[in-house]
């Protein structure tokens, strides 16, 4: 692959991210924020007068431009992260079209760096943590996360390695089997956090965890549909139609 191959991927995964940025925008401000803002309302109810402190960017602000700046500007940037991971997985992973393989490496994205650490450690809304906590809990969820990318690679290495003695199929299931197997020691042996208070509203950490879970899905599977078009009609662009020729009228004929 050339770099103008690789520039005009990049190019178009930016702009698939910031897309699929725009429908993660959408997903989080009609099921995200009402959440966030009953976690805050509880927050506040449970908070002493001394507690309370000047916000120096108001709530209005933070759930309006303050959330599009963010989603959009994550969407470009990982778009482009992903583009240039594409561009390096495109034919080393098997005999996919451009469209699969994109849609296939978002799928295996979202599992490895989302999904798995979320099963581990998910996402909590404010009023959830305890600030003393925030440093530990970080550095757990970013070992938890690189830990998954790196077996996922390895479990797609394994695959590759086992698919020619016991087939595409076999090699497969063995590559899952050791994925899942050594996440599950994982998860068995880092140490667990639960800091929710007890009288937390049950409904609204569930709700506000699943608001987050749809936010990623819909962000990498926008990136993934419209990467793919755009992929598609890069790499394999589909011939021009010719137009059929006017019939010549025959000789001595008017």
């Excluded at 908070?47 to 303050?66: K, M, P, Y």
């Excluded at 490895?112 to 809304?125: D, Q, R, S, T």
Aim: hydrophobic share 55%; aromatic share 8%.
């Amino acid at each position: 692959m050339n770099s103008a191959t690789v520039r005009n991927l990049l190019v178009r995964g930016m702009l698939a991210g910031l897309g699929a940025g725009v429908l993660a925008l959408i997903v989080a401000y009609l099921l995200g924020e009402p959440n966030v803002d009953k976690a805050i309302g509880f927050e506040e109810s449970h908070a002493s007068a001394h507690d309370h402190e000047v916000e120096l960017v108001s709530r209005s602000l933070q759930s309006t431009a303050g959330l599009a700046t963010g989603v959009l500007i994550y969407g470009v940037a990982f778009g482009g992260i992903a583009a240039l991971a594409y561009c390096f997985a495109l034919g080393r992973i098997g005999r996919f079209t451009p469209r699969a393989t994109a849609l296939l490496l978002s799928g295996c994205a979202l599992l490895a760096v989302y999904v798995v650490p979320f099963l581990k450690y998910p996402a909590n809304p404010p009023a959830v943590g305890d600030p003393d906590t925030i440093s530990k809990r970080t550095n757990l969820y970013l070992l938890m996360m690189v830990l998954s990318v790196l077996l996922a690679i390895a479990a797609t290495i394994l695959g590759k390695r086992l698919a020619p003695k016991l087939g595409t199929w076999y090699a497969t299931v063995a590559a899952v089997a050791a994925f899942a197997l050594v996440i599950g020691l994982a998860f068995a042996f880092l140490p667990a956090v639960n800091e929710v208070p007890a009288d937390f509203p049950a409904t609204v950490l569930w709700r506000f965890r699943l608001s987050a879970l749809a936010i990623q899905i819909t962000l990498w599977g926008g990136f993934g549909l419209a990467f793919g078009e755009l992929a598609e009609r890069l790499l394999s662009p589909k011939p021009a139609r010719r137009t059929p020729a006017a019939p010549v009228a025959a000789a001595g004929r008017p």
